[in-house]
């Protein structure tokens, strides 16, 4: 549907038909992005699933993952890496999670391997690049992983899939190969899934609602061509709808990570509880297309 300022434009200038209709046509169409409507909710333990969350495939029937403070092992968090972000899960079973400290200049992606073996991955910053180290998503086809940075920002960072992708080693920098660029701002990106070759939603915990007109938007990303690690792409951004924010509690909502499960075509998001119901009612909404 046109928005209401083309709209009054057409109903006022009726000399300029013609030019509105092109005006129209050029404009992005609202049927090209996905409708998706809630189905239910589960609720989000804000210990050990208050972070991310993704599904696995391989080993078959293998349970939904969740990362929150609780899930981070000693072993890593006395190294200092203190935060950990949305993973994601490849098709053929590379499960990776981010995560980032409280200063320096690398962060890093823990990889486990289908076999059960894990590794670290360390990335140097790049110039400008935020230490913030949000979510990882990656590509269907398992080679390259994209990655974002906490903020207003307008751009996304690929990477080789760690341990998926033959040029990375654990031993060597994980370095940024491409870059999607944006054609609309976004904020305090959370986590984003891959739906397909070249798209993505994304969780939003845009508190000011000024970029969408809506806070906590579910964002979808339309890319130019696939992510192939060897030239940039572009990325249009577009605003779905507002993330449920319910609770007993009144105040600051924060949402969180995003999957798509290709096996049912469910997306789930988590939405944390302000104040104390961040113990009692925090949830992970579920959605399908509708």
Same mark, same amino acid.
């Given at each position: 549907?046109?928005?209401?300022?083309?709209?009054?434009?057409?109903?006022?200038? !009726?000399?300029?038909?013609?030019?509105?209709?092109?005006?129209?046509?050029?404009?992005?169409?609202?049927?090209?992005?996905?409708?998706?409507?809630?189905?239910?909710?589960?609720?989000?333990?804000?210990?050990?699933?208050?972070?991310?969350?993704?599904?696995?495939?391989? !080993?078959?029937?293998?349970? #939904?993952?969740?990362? @929150?403070?609780?899930?981070? !092992?000693?072993?890593?968090?006395?190294?200092?890496? #203190?935060?950990?972000?949305?993973?994601?899960?490849?098709?053929?079973?590379?499960?990776?999670?981010?995560?980032?400290?409280?200063?320096?200049?690398?962060?890093?992606?823990?990889?486990?391997?289908?076999?059960?073996?894990?590794?670290?991955?360390?990335?140097?910053?790049?110039?400008?690049?935020?230490?913030?180290?949000?979510?990882?998503?990656?590509?269907?086809?398992?080679?390259?992983? *994209?990655?974002?940075?906490?903020? /207003?920002?307008?751009?996304?960072?690929?990477?080789? /899939?760690?341990?998926? #992708?033959?040029?990375?080693?654990?031993?060597? #920098?994980?370095?940024?190969?491409?870059?999607?660029?944006?054609?609309?701002?976004?904020?305090?990106?959370?986590?984003?899934?891959?739906?397909?070759?070249?798209?993505?939603?994304?969780?939003?915990?845009?508190?000011?609602?000024?970029?969408?007109?809506?806070?906590?938007?579910?964002?979808?990303?339309?890319?130019?061509?696939? !992510?192939? @690690?060897?030239?940039?792409?572009?990325?249009?951004?577009?605003?779905?709808?507002?993330?449920?924010?319910?609770?007993?509690?009144?105040?600051?909502?924060?949402?969180?990570?995003?999957?798509?499960?290709?096996?049912?075509?469910? *997306?789930?998001?988590?939405?944390?509880?302000?104040?104390?119901?961040? *113990?009692?009612?925090?949830?992970?909404?579920?959605?399908?297309?509708?």
């Amino acid at each position: 549907m046109p928005s209401r300022r083309l709209r009054q434009r057409c109903r006022t200038l !009726p000399a300029a038909l013609a030019a509105c209709a092109l005006t129209l046509l050029a404009a992005p169409s609202a049927t090209a992005a996905d409708t998706w409507a809630e189905v239910g909710s589960d609720r989000a333990d804000p210990l050990t699933e208050s972070q991310g969350l993704t599904s696995v495939e391989v !080993p078959a029937g293998s349970p #939904n993952r969740y990362t @929150g403070v609780g899930t981070i !092992p000693s072993s890593v968090s006395s190294r200092g890496w #203190n935060h950990v972000g949305d993973p994601d899960a490849s098709y053929d079973g590379h499960y990776i999670e981010p995560y980032q400290r409280d200063s320096g200049s690398t962060k890093m992606f823990r990889v486990q391997s289908p076999g059960g073996t894990w590794s670290e991955y360390v990335h140097t910053l790049g110039a400008g690049e935020a230490l913030n180290n949000s979510w990882v998503a990656i590509s269907p086809d398992g080679q390259w992983m *994209l990655a974002g940075e906490y903020g /207003t920002m307008s751009r996304l960072l690929v990477f080789p /899939t760690p341990g998926a #992708n033959p040029s990375t080693s654990p031993s060597a #920098n994980l370095p940024q190969v491409a870059t999607v660029h944006l054609d609309h701002a976004v904020r305090d990106v959370q986590g984003c899934d891959f739906t397909g070759p070249t798209t993505l939603l994304c969780s939003s915990d845009d508190p000011a609602g000024t970029l969408f007109g809506i806070t906590k938007p579910l964002l979808q990303v339309d890319l130019s061509a696939p !992510p192939n @690690g060897t030239s940039d792409v572009s990325g249009h951004v577009t605003a779905l709808r507002q993330l449920p924010l319910r609770s007993g509690c009144s105040g600051t909502y924060e949402a969180e990570g995003i999957d798509y499960d290709r096996r049912t075509g469910t *997306l789930r998001v988590i939405v944390l509880s302000p104040g104390f119901c961040i *113990l009692t009612d925090s949830k992970t909404y579920r959605f399908t297309r509708s």
